[in-house]
């Protein structure tokens, strides 16, 4: 009884390089770009209102205090505690665009008079 054996392999040759890998599209990069800086506003911005609701409430003494707490500078804390100087609709605007750039990239963006998007339903 005799089986055949049939083995298959590849070797790279020496001082050959493989193909290169096709480089990404520049607008997903964008997209992606504009959602990261879009979540992180966000996410400054809750910062923002939990380190206000700290000082107010007397969990802490001043803005001093966080930032010895987290174990940043008191400009950086202090920068982010100024998003808070925002006008209203500029902090509405950036918490939306953050969800909307999250949820569906897709979903062209609507926005009625009043400044909030009216698309998916979603309340501004």
């Known amino acids: ?60 003494a001043d803005l001093a205090a966080v930032a010895r707490l987290c174990g940043v500078s008191r400009a950086r804390v202090s920068k982010v505690v100024g998003l808070l100087g925002m006008a209203g609709a500029e902090q509405e605007l950036a918490t939306t665009s953050a969800f909307m750039c999250l949820t569906s990239t897709d979903t062209p963006h609507i926005e009625t008079d009043a400044g909030r998007h009216s698309d998916r339903g979603h309340p501004a």
């Open 1 to 60: 009884m005799s089986q055949e054996l049939r083995v298959e392999f590849k070797m790279a040759v020496a001082g050959r390089r493989p193909a290169p890998k096709p480089k990404a599209d520049p607008t997903t990069r964008t997209k992606r770009r504009r959602q990261d800086r879009a979540a992180c506003r966000a996410r400054n911005l809750a910062l923002a209102h939990y380190i206000d609701g700290m000082v107010r409430s007397g969990k802490v």
